[in-house]
């Protein structure tokens, strides 16, 4: 990953229609608000839409130009490569056999993959940050019921993916300071997540970070932060993927505001029994 960053990024303003539309005096598809591509240094994936004649062994793309492509994909469906359900007119990506061009090692429906994912995350009590995960755990495994049940409420954590390549964080809860230094836990930090790319099969999340948590002020520029996360599986309410080789299990939800006032609801638990403790 580190020889293709920097990355470049190239907008082409291309939009695509359904791949059973077709400019009778080109071979390129009718333009329509559909998406843009993105071209990345170095990303070798075939992106179109998915046209009839899709099977569990073969997969038919319409390229953004040029005449509908049929690949063969049992190796991908038999290594468990076939990232979603391909439906007639899904925005698709595939990744195709070095050895043989008209094999796909991968196919990864888009289109499925756009909307709001989330996963479970439990704070961590605030004298605890310094320890380790295994003293952690069995501080956690001594401690009353009572006291988990009542701080340790769970956050959905994690991105919307929409059109036209945006991200946005789930999962960020506004406070006051007061609150926050009342509180005998603390939550992971949100990441701000930004923009989404493809790459060779794998997600690109882009987020911005503050360049000093101790600089509040407008000039200083945000950096923006690459995670690389790898799929394992995607069906309609579920996705599954590694990130610095951790697994994170997503459910998707219907969005991203159901999925933040759940996040601020948990917050607000915790927040009332730490007033009623007073």
Not at 110 to 135: A, I
Not at 192 to 208: D, E, H, I, P, Q
């Amino acid at each position: 990953m580190r020889q293709i960053l920097p990355i470049l990024l190239t907008v082409i303003m291309t939009t695509l229609s359904g791949c059973h539309k077709k400019d009778a005096a080109s071979d390129e598809l009718t333009p329509s608000m559909y998406d843009v591509e993105v071209e990345i240094k170095g990303d070798s994936m075939l992106y179109g839409l998915t046209c009839d004649g899709t099977s569990d062994s073969v997969v038919v793309i319409w390229p953004f130009s040029g005449n509908p492509i049929t690949l063969n994909c049992i190796d991908a469906k038999q290594n468990h490569r076939i990232i979603g359900k391909p439906e007639i007119g899904d925005w698709i990506g595939v990744m195709r056999s070095q050895e043989d061009s008209m094999d796909a090692t991968m196919v990864i429906n888009l289109d499925q993959l756009k909307g709001t994912w989330t996963y479970p995350v439990l704070p961590v009590m605030k004298e605890l940050q310094s320890m380790s995960r295994r003293t952690q755990r069995r501080m956690m495994a001594d401690m009353p019921d009572s006291i988990r049940n009542t701080f340790f409420v769970p956050r959905e954590y994690g991105f919307t993916l929409k059109r036209l390549h945006q991200a946005q964080s789930v999962g960020r809860v506004m406070r006051n300071n007061t609150l926050e230094d009342d509180s005998p836990v603390i939550y992971p930090e949100v990441k701000n997540y930004r923009k989404w790319y493809m790459l060779n099969g794998r997600l690109l999340l882009v987020s911005a970070k503050r360049a000093s948590k101790d600089s509040n002020s407008k000039d200083v520029k945000p950096i923006a932060v690459l995670d690389t996360l790898e799929f394992i599986h995607m069906s309609e309410d579920s996705l599954i993927l590694t990130l610095h080789g951790k697994q994170y299990g997503f459910h998707r939800k219907n969005s991203s505001l159901e999925a933040n006032a759940e996040a601020i609801k948990a917050q607000e638990k915790i927040d009332n029994k730490n007033k009623n403790k007073k």
